[in-house]
């Protein structure tokens, strides 16, 4: 191992472990916008494995489903902060979604025109 990489990734670390110091109330806002959609993004997958995968798991794998469903969907849509937090961050997230999109696109043509 090179010291420059454990010394740049130690710095890194600090200063984004002081940056989350800083900016705590954004972190948690952040952390209530997202859980909603991973909540529902697990009880899509767990159902999708009830439907398509093995037997011998369909009755775990759809009770799991329909919790973590119901968790995400209550969470979202029962009117609270919650809501109000995973619209912040998807209009936080898109922008930077479609600029990572667009520029790895843009990388890729290029690199085919060559």
Same mark, same amino acid.
């Given at each position: 191992?090179?010291?420059?990489?454990?010394?740049?990734?130690?710095?890194?670390?600090?200063?984004?472990?002081?940056?989350?110091?800083?900016?705590? $109330?954004?972190?948690? #806002?952040? @952390?209530?916008?997202?859980?909603?959609?991973?909540?529902?993004? @697990?009880?899509?997958?767990?159902?999708?494995?009830?439907?398509?995968?093995?037997?011998?798991?369909?009755? $775990?794998?759809?009770?799991?489903?329909?919790?973590?469903?119901? @968790?995400? &969907?209550?969470?979202?849509?029962?009117?609270?902060?919650?809501?109000?937090? #995973?619209?912040?961050?998807?209009?936080?997230?898109?922008?930077? &979604?479609?600029?990572?999109?667009?520029?790895?696109?843009?990388?890729?043509?290029?690199?085919?025109? #060559?």
């Amino acid at each position: 191992m090179r010291k420059g990489h454990i010394i740049a990734g130690l710095s890194i670390f600090s200063v984004g472990l002081f940056f989350v110091y800083m900016n705590s $109330v954004l972190v948690v #806002t952040l @952390i209530k916008g997202v859980v909603q959609p991973i909540f529902i993004l @697990i009880g899509l997958a767990l159902l999708a494995a009830a439907i398509f995968a093995k037997k011998e798991y369909r009755v $775990v794998n759809s009770i799991l489903a329909g919790i973590f469903l119901l @968790i995400g &969907l209550y969470g979202l849509f029962a009117g609270g902060d919650e809501y109000y937090a #995973t619209l912040d961050f998807f209009n936080g997230f898109l922008p930077i &979604l479609l600029i990572g999109a667009g520029a790895a696109s843009l990388i890729h043509g290029i690199k085919e025109l #060559t």
